[in-house]
């Protein structure tokens, strides 16, 4: 792997008494698409927050494009070019469209930049061209998810965060947002760091996968290497075909 764009080191989350990250690491290198899959508790979550400085963590490091943004807001970590497209969308369900996609350029001062870059949200988003005056509410969840992917967009993300992206949507639709997410990186040559809980989709669309359990990392490695299953449906569950494996709960 060539110079990570992002590298995680060792951070360590708590709420409250309660660890919910125990030592994660991983890095993201320019122009990957990387997956962080687990079952439903596991982390992934609490660690894009950190990343994005929702959440600050109590032990270890974050740092993008060889800066350190650990405890740094997240309106400041948006500014360097790292951009979250949030679990559930959370799109700004009473402002229309367009309303809706120009929060994104919050902060962004070259106007004439911020219309051309609207202008080919536009064109790379049709359904978002034809709704522009409809309220966000009235979308679809895979319309919602194509906003808020158009929405990081436009903060000038260079790496994005995407938790999820497949929560709540019906199959094709499923197929779409991860067909519109390849090409946010074959023709904007974003990064991305995803959420999936799907290991199977996460081998077909990434290019390395890591599995996050109980708050720590259990396994990492290329989709192919990762490709015939076996090795993250145990990591992923915690036993392989002898059953259930005997662990120290977590404290």
Known sequence: MTAAMLEVADIHVHYGRLAAVRGVSLAVAPGEIVCLVGPNGAGKSTTLLTIAGVLTPTQGSVSFDGSPIAGLSAEAVARRGLSMVPEGRRVFSSLNVEENLRIGTYGRRDQQAVERELTRIY???????????MRAAKLSGGEQQQLAIGRALLTGAKLMLVDEPSLGLAPMMVERVYDILSDVREKRGVTLLIVEESTERAVDVADRVYVLRRGLIELEGTSEELADGERLHEAYFGFGAAGPSREVPAS
């Not at 064109?123 to 005056?133: G, I, K, M, T, Y």
């Open 123 to 133: 064109d790379e988003f049709p359904v978002l061209a034809n709704r522009r005056s």
